[in-house]
């Protein structure tokens, strides 16, 4: 097995690639805290190294984040052997098959009457949002919508990146008020 390594914009986060799908396609899951790992082995085990913050399993990779002042160069390698074991021994990226219990979706909130503001909203970050953000090591989830500000979630290597207000503001924001002249900013949420 062959994992691939990538750097993000996020100093304190590694992208890892396995080369192959870890979970189904649109699924993601976001651990924060070794607490919230019952549904997964392998990130419960990622925790285990000293000085993991995060874990962040996309479709076809796993984001890895550590403490910031922490040289990356012994803790990628311990990184390494634990996903390496964990599917040459023939072990499941969750423990249940498309459920991560830490991730169940927050309701989403906006006002009816701006559904079809909101469906472009979510059709433009689909297509073209989260891909690249998927690019970085991480993913963006639709919130909320409210007064023209889209409210959003960063997962993954984003969160906590330092140059993800700049992407937001800059990238995010203006692709959408450009093509939704209604959304006037965008905001995240916890």
Known sequence: MFIQIEETPNPNTLKFLPGFAILNEGETADFSNADETKNSKLAANLFQIEHVVRVFFG????????????????????????????????GKTLDKEGVNDNNVPDEEFFDENDIEIVNKIKELMESYIKPAVAQDGGDIKFRGYKDGIVYVELQGACSGCPSAAITLKQGVQNMLSYHIPEVAGIETTL
């Open 59 to 90: 479709h076809d990779f796993i984001s890895v984040t550590k403490l910031g002042g922490i040289n990356w160069d012994i803790l990628k390698v311990e990184v390494l052997t634990i996903i390496m074991n964990h599917f040459t021994s023939g």
